[in-house]
């Protein structure tokens, strides 16, 4: 009898993760004669022994559909909130992992379930991950699965909003995901022309956003797109944001370290609703009657685009192939043409940013896309 593996999707959900499962699963019944079984919802699940066999059926069809037939949670090993309490339920899951006498444990999910997977491999699991996520935020990978569906998602919608923006001449702002990197949004807007792009790596200056919508219009182009990163940030925003995090590092006690965390936690929410003044701004400062579209959840939904489909499939199969072997403790990470192994020590805490002064950033300037910079 070949291994037994568990499986759970953790994190926001994202187009792919049912052909990652697909692939893991298919490939390690019919090559390795593994068996599998799901954990649902995530950490949660996988603490409170709430399973689904992984086989037949359940893998059928699944390729084209979106979400995760799993299910998934944002919990955190050591973070779970039962009956109004947070729990660490690390006990609970190792407990949980013998009792199914598993021989590893895949985790698909994005930044946070690195972390978290690598905890577990501390514990004494044997871990190994799929890197998804539609922000394309993970290190040591050069992509993640549900990153091009979004790009599509949110490349059509800044087209259609070109064609009312050019029909009414008004500036339409768009707020892209991507949490804190600026890929979706950058990608998204250079992908559909837009003539403004502000992501969280180029903190931006509005006077020169407005000043670029105003030279537009004198050059006798009434419209602008202004794609928004939602983790965007003006130099002011970004200084205090710098100024918290060098205050957190040099903080000499616990509660002090505390007090900086919850003044940056609620920087950050309270920055969730900075398109709204963005836009408020533009058009107090240019004139011009502005519009905002939030995208939100629908860059996330629906079906996996082709390439979607194919990397998860490629990571799921390289996976099962990677676990046969006796591999564990790693994220499969795609490095160029091929998938590898990268050990979890070296993914968890390490987020891929855009770099300021990489090609797509020069190309973008060099077509005339301004950066509020
Ligand atoms: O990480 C994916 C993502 O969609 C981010 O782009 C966004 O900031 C976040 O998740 C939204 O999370 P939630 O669905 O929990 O509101």
Redesign the pocket.
Known sequence: MGKHIGILTS????PGLNAAIRGVARAGISAFDMRFIGFKNGFRGLAQDRTVKLEGEMLSGILTDGGTILGTS?DKPHKISVGGKTKNMTDAIIDNYERHHLDALVCLG??GTQKNALRLKEAGLKVVTLPK???K?VGKTDITF?FDT?LGIATEAIDRIHSTATSHSRVLVVEI?????GW?ALESGLAGGADVVLIPEIPYQTELVAEAIRERSKAGKHFSIVAVA??AMTVSQAETIDGLLAQKVAADTKEEKAAVSAELSAFHEEHVTHTRKLTADIEAITGCETRLTILG?V??GGTPSPFDRVLSTRLGTACAEFLADGGEGSMMAVCGNKIVPVPLEEVAGVKNLVDPACDTVRSAKLVGMCFGD
Do not use: V
């Open positions: 994190g926001g959900d994202c944002r994005g930044g996520t539609i922000d935020d549900g979004a995901m991507g949490h804190r990197a979706l939602e983790g959840h860059q996330r």
